[in-house]
């Protein structure tokens, strides 16, 4: 049942219409439909009504606008309306448009991907990148980042973070952070009983020594870093750990408030519910740094830990698969001392993201259709 209002504008209710009867199974909506997805249908839908066979006047020449005047070139940019650019499909006739905005041409991209997509392209890889392992990026992935209903793939954040990690800016840093991704909790078991995680090996010692190793084509030592930052997942949900070395200090950033009700948290204070996790993470963390510096001899689990009041926070179980793209902002906006506000919108977060990973220099693919490469290259720009 449909309980709470979806429209929000005032100009697209047959736009709304439509979805409805084609999602509607006789008891309820097969699919959830939001208002960024009918945004993009918006633009869509011209190109399925002349696609269609019904359309009994496609591909028949159109005498009318023969005898009109042709399109005229204003400051080298042609006018043209969103049939043309949907069906063009052109890289050349892309790169003719003048964006009005970064929000413009985002959406764009967006809409482009769903249009293109289909099941001969959807396992295609669009994003790669080999060092320090291996990570590609379907098609299928990214049109799940812009799924309002899929919580963050693994694959998709770390990707996001080693391009943050291996970015020139974050190189010139005057402050060195070692940016770490949830590898480290994929190799540790988080939240696995410790009897079913396996014995500890050589093979294991290995691949936790090299979670605090640098980044390629970057020069320094773990022991000097001033900050290491440090996301945690478990069951669904991103938290992220920011040590900071010098002070002996750990920033928990948790992106979803707490259940007032929970019964676990009923009189204790509310960060009882980071004991465990941070004490499984500590021990870790610890194994990890002693591998890597050998002078290594603190125990993080003592060291201060701050609840900053600044984070960005979401509550509601709609929105807990924003927790990763909450998490990624922490982790790519943190100055060493406090978070700006980051948007709780969901198309937004996913949108800016997407933009984050299509934009790296560091993808190695190649898979990209041209007026897509040519879109992504004017947003490098913007």
Same mark, same amino acid.
């Given at each position: 049942m449909i309980t709470e209002q979806m429209q929000k504008d005032v100009c697209s209710c047959g736009l709304w219409m439509i979805n409805y009867m084609e999602y509607w199974t006789g008891t309820n909506l097969s699919d959830h439909v939001t208002h960024e997805d009918i945004s993009n249908f918006r633009f869509k839908l011209p190109a399925i009504l002349y696609n269609s066979p019904l359309n009994e006047a496609r591909g028949l020449p159109d005498n009318e606008?023969?005898?009109?005047?042709?399109?005229?070139?204003?400051?080298?940019?042609?006018? +043209?309306? @969103?049939?043309?650019?949907?069906?063009?499909? #052109?890289?050349?006739?892309?790169?003719?448009?003048?964006?009005?905005? %970064? *929000?413009?041409?985002?959406?764009?991209?967006?809409?482009?991907?769903?249009?293109?997509?289909?099941?001969?392209?959807?396992?295609?890889?669009?994003?790669?990148?080999?060092?320090?392992?291996p990570i590609t990026l379907s098609l299928r992935k990214i049109i799940?980042? +812009?799924? @309002?209903?899929?919580?963050?793939?693994?694959? #998709?954040?770390?990707?996001?973070?080693?391009?943050?990690?291996?970015? %020139? *800016?974050?190189?010139?840093?005057?402050?060195?952070?070692?940016?770490?991704?949830?590898?480290?909790?994929?190799?540790?078991?988080?939240?696995?009983?410790?009897?079913?995680?396996?014995?500890?090996?050589?093979?294991?010692?290995?691949?936790l020594k090299k979670v605090l190793e640098c980044w390629p084509d970057m020069h320094y030592k773990i022991q000097d870093c001033s900050q290491i930052l440090l996301p945690y997942y478990q069951n669904g949900l991103y938290i992220s750990f920011i040590l900071d070395m010098q002070n002996k200090t750990v920033h928990i950033m948790d992106p979803l408030e707490p259940l007032p009700d929970h019964a676990c948290l009923k009189g204790y204070h509310q960060e009882m519910a980071y004991i465990p996790t941070f004490h499984t993470n500590a021990r870790m963390f610890n194994l990890a740094m002693a591998l890597s510096n050998s002078r290594w001899s603190e125990n993080i689990y003592y060291w201060e830990r701050k609840y900053p009041k600044y984070v960005t926070k979401v509550s509601g179980h709609k929105y807990w698969k924003l927790g990763g793209f909450l998490v990624y902002n922490f982790m790519k906006s943190w100055d060493g001392v406090r978070l700006p506000q980051i948007t709780t919108l969901s198309s937004t977060l996913r949108k800016e993201f997407l933009a984050d990973i299509l934009t790296s220099p560091a993808n190695e693919c190649f898979n990209i259709p041209e007026d897509v490469q040519q879109m992504i290259k004017d947003l490098r720009q913007m």
């Open positions: 606008q023969q005898n009109q005047t042709p399109v005229h070139l204003v400051d080298d940019v042609v006018e +043209l309306d @969103e049939m043309d650019i949907l069906m063009s499909g #052109s890289a050349k006739l892309i790169s003719t448009i003048k964006w009005t905005s %970064k *929000e413009e041409l985002l959406s764009w991209i967006c809409s482009t991907i769903r249009c293109t997509a289909d099941d001969g392209t959807l396992d295609k890889g669009w994003v790669r990148s080999i060092r320090p392992y799940n980042i +812009l799924r @309002e209903d899929t919580e963050m793939e693994h694959e #998709s954040f770390n990707m996001a973070i080693r391009m943050v990690a291996c970015n %020139k *800016e974050m190189m010139l840093h005057k402050q060195k952070y070692h940016f770490m991704d949830v590898k480290f909790a994929e190799i540790t078991g988080f939240g696995r009983d410790p009897r079913c995680t396996g014995g500890i090996d050589k093979v294991y010692y290995n691949k």
